[in-house]
């Protein structure tokens, strides 16, 4: 499977791992955590179901406005809402902040791509490798994510190794799942202007001058 990507698509790839690194653990101990915290079964599954109902949402508002708004600068918003989220979840217990984290912040209690980010990356990596090497490009794409989904759920290991106690383990995992939004955020900032839909209009009236 050989195929060229410019560092617009490296980035792409590289965010498409962390947050699937990322989902992969949340899915795992996202359910045990909040029965940990003292939340009911009733309120668990709604706040599963807010959360499902509102990646829909989110990527329904977002992608809309990325054309006019911006693809990179959506992006990086997704990437801190998603932060916020993880940090509303790992220090708060109040169902309705709970919640309303979980419709705004793109989290992911089955692992799978609950937000924006897959539309929007979808939309950028045509742009990033020549026209006869995108099936392959799309095929180590989905490639990563599952990958680095199955890694992240083996991570849900790591706070047992540290000995930590269960709770406590929890914590430090919605924790990564914080740090890994931030790191997307960053990565997303170096995007360059021809993830745009008028930056790639530009780039290409410049290369036919």
Not at 78 to 101: C, R
Not at 102 to 126: R, Y
Request: charged share 10%; glycine share 12%.
């Amino acid at each position: 499977m050989k195929f060229t990507l410019s560092p617009d698509g490296w980035l792409m790839f590289a965010a498409c791992a962390v947050r699937s690194f990322a989902y992969g653990f949340l899915s795992v101990i996202l359910g045990v955590y909040l029965d940990a915290i003292g939340l009911t079964a009733t309120v668990i599954g709604t706040i599963f179901t807010a959360a499902i109902a509102g990646g829909a949402v989110m990527t329904l508002a977002i992608t809309s406005l990325a054309d006019s708004c911006g693809r990179k600068l959506l992006l990086i918003v997704g990437a801190l809402l998603m932060a916020l989220a993880g940090f509303v979840f790992a220090v708060s217990d109040n169902t309705v902040l709970l919640t309303i984290a979980a419709i705004f912040g793109t989290i992911s209690p089955s692992g799978k791509e609950v937000g924006p980010f897959l539309s929007l990356e979808q939309a950028v990596l045509p742009e990033t490798t020549r026209d006869e090497h995108r099936t392959a490009m799309f095929s180590a794409y989905n490639l990563v994510g599952s990958f680095a989904g199955a890694l992240g759920a083996l991570a849900v290991g790591v706070p047992s190794w540290l000995a930590l106690s269960a709770l406590a383990g929890y914590r430090l995992l919605i924790w990564g799942y914080v740090g890994a939004a931030l790191l997307m955020a960053l990565l997303f900032f170096f995007l360059s202007p021809i993830v745009e839909a008028k930056g790639k209009a530009a780039g290409r009236g410049a290369r036919a001058a």
